[in-house]
């Protein structure tokens, strides 16, 4: 039972650090100060480290020696990588899934994107999450375990630039406006149509994201 609760424990702390780390609490430019996250989570410093070891692993944190654990910056290269890998993998993944989607699927998807949509209208701080929850309801029914975890932690590393790619007036309204199209053709089934508007809606991103970072630089 006790190595049920660790890992438990493990686990929750993995997904809280990550969620201070994507919606922007930790800098990236200041070492993470273990102690006080520690105290503030109302935990050791070893479950912590630990789950700052998986985050590390997980792309979103690097170590320095003798002086811990920084939020790995944005950056233009890794914003190509993480991005050439989604359009490598992720609209071929949605396109199998709109036809293997059950109702309940669909359901779920719909309901997903009601929610997005109502956090963009308020404009909290949860767009980034709910974003990746979207793409995630159209990537998971086409049941395959393999791409499905390696696009999860893709999303992951992604949900920093999407908050990024936000910034702008208007971006919002037109990302909305696209993950309606996908849906609709997701939920008709239109493999084919899905794998486009997939592919153009990544791509978008990306050559928004590489005008921001460089003018950033």
Known sequence: MSSIVVRNLSDQLVELVRDRILTGEVPPD????????????????????????RLEQEGLLRSQANRGFFVRALSPEEAEEVYALRLKLEPEAVAFAAERATPEDQAF????????????????????????????????????PITTNILERLQVLSERYVRKHLEPLG?????NEEHRRLLDAWLARDGARVAELMHAHISTTLDDLHRQLAAHA
């Open 109 to 144: 998807a719909i309901e997903t994107l009601e929610t997005l949509d109502r956090a963009t209208d308020e404009r909290g701080a949860g767009v980034g999450a709910f974003n990746r929850a979207f793409h995630l309801a159209l990537i998971r029914p086409a049941g395959q």
């Open 30 to 53: 200041l070492p993470i100060r273990q102690d006080a996250l520690a105290a503030d989570l109302g935990v050791s410093k070893i479950p912590l480290r630990e789950a700052l070891t």
């Open 171 to 175: 971006r919002d309204e037109r990302a």
